[in-house]
């Protein structure tokens, strides 16, 4: 997959940070485990984003969703919510997946591209931040905050609530209104491979999403000329 063809856009994002900061993924995790719950983590998991992030040295993996899933439920969601680019809203096998962790002007950015097939490219981008808690933002100033957890090694995303951002205020969502409960799992298979699966649960409406698939770290690393982490010009 070229990634080069896949810019973020940082104009739908408050990023206002003045430079790049030099930080790895891990370190961010690990702060937001705590020592103890680290210290169970599968060592395969943190070592795979402890390269330290810049804007051309961004970690990037590469692999198969083998199931994407999305509830007739989920599809209404993710069509109510497509300029905002957040959920595809179909089904698929075997899915080409591209996932970019990287820095732009000091901020956290993940990129995520899925190969739909005769739906084409589906791309989604969003800001990863610790303070005022640790929380992920998308599109549209829609986000939830994050709690992490270790399971037998793994590592477990779980939301703790959704909000919406209008300016400097974050209004908190009820879980009614939102896709419900998010869950993701980061399982290790070996030293360079990993599996995620991905839940997604409304409290009424059941099961609205659910991702598989299996990944590798891509050994190269994009340069800051044409990187996939650079802003849509314009």
Known sequence: MNTQTLPISSRQFAVKSPACRMRSFAAVLRCGLGEHAWSKL????????????????PLHFIGTMQWVYCSLFGAAIA??????????????????FDFIIGVYNGEILKQRCY?????????????????PRLHEEFGGGIGMYLGLTVNRGALLF??????LRIGRWRLPLPRWLTVGRFELLHRNIDERRFQIII?????????????????????SHCQREGSPLSPTPG
């Open 199 to 219: 839940r997604v649960a409304h409290p009424f409406l059941g099961t609205l999403f659910y991702q598989r698939g299996e990944f590798r770290t891509r050994q």
């Open 158 to 163: 779980r939301d703790r609530g959704y909000f």
């Open 42 to 57: 599968e060592p395969a998991i943190a070592a795979r984003f402890s390269p330290y992030l810049s804007e051309d040295r």
């Open 115 to 131: 190969e739909l097939g005769r739906r084409g490219r589906f791309t989604f981008t969003s800001l990863f931040r610790e303070q």
């Open 79 to 96: 069509r109510i919510v497509r300029r905002f680019s957040i959920l595809p809203d179909t089904c698929a096998r075997d899915t080409e």
